[in-house]
């Protein structure tokens, strides 16, 4: 089985969750994490089968960051 990291991040300037890859082309973004996990869980499979020409099942390892900054 193929194994893709896909790496998500708060843009906390524009307000939204960006995913993006190493492995492969991709960049989406949402308000929402749970809405653009949706999103790239959608969307992988088929560039996966474009760019590398697998048809099978693959797994998705998403990474998550955000950063606050907080008062003291």
């Given at each position: 089985m193929?194994?893709?990291?896909?790496?998500?991040?708060?843009?906390?300037?524009?307000r939204?969750?960006?995913?993006i890859?190493e492995?492969i082309?991709l960049a989406?973004?949402s308000?929402?994490?749970?809405?653009?996990?949706?999103?790239v869980?959608?969307?992988?499979?088929?560039?996966?089968?474009?760019n590398?020409g697998?048809?099978?099942?693959?797994?998705?390892?998403?990474?998550?960051?955000?950063?606050?900054?907080?008062?003291?």
């Amino acid at each position: 089985m193929q194994f893709y990291d896909i790496n998500v991040m708060w843009d906390d300037e524009a307000r939204v969750w960006v995913a993006i890859s190493e492995d492969i082309p991709l960049a989406l973004e949402s308000n929402s994490y749970d809405a653009l996990v949706e999103r790239v869980k959608f969307a992988a499979p088929e560039i996966i089968e474009e760019n590398h020409g697998i048809a099978d099942p693959v797994t998705l390892f998403f990474k998550s960051e955000r950063a606050e900054k907080v008062a003291l």
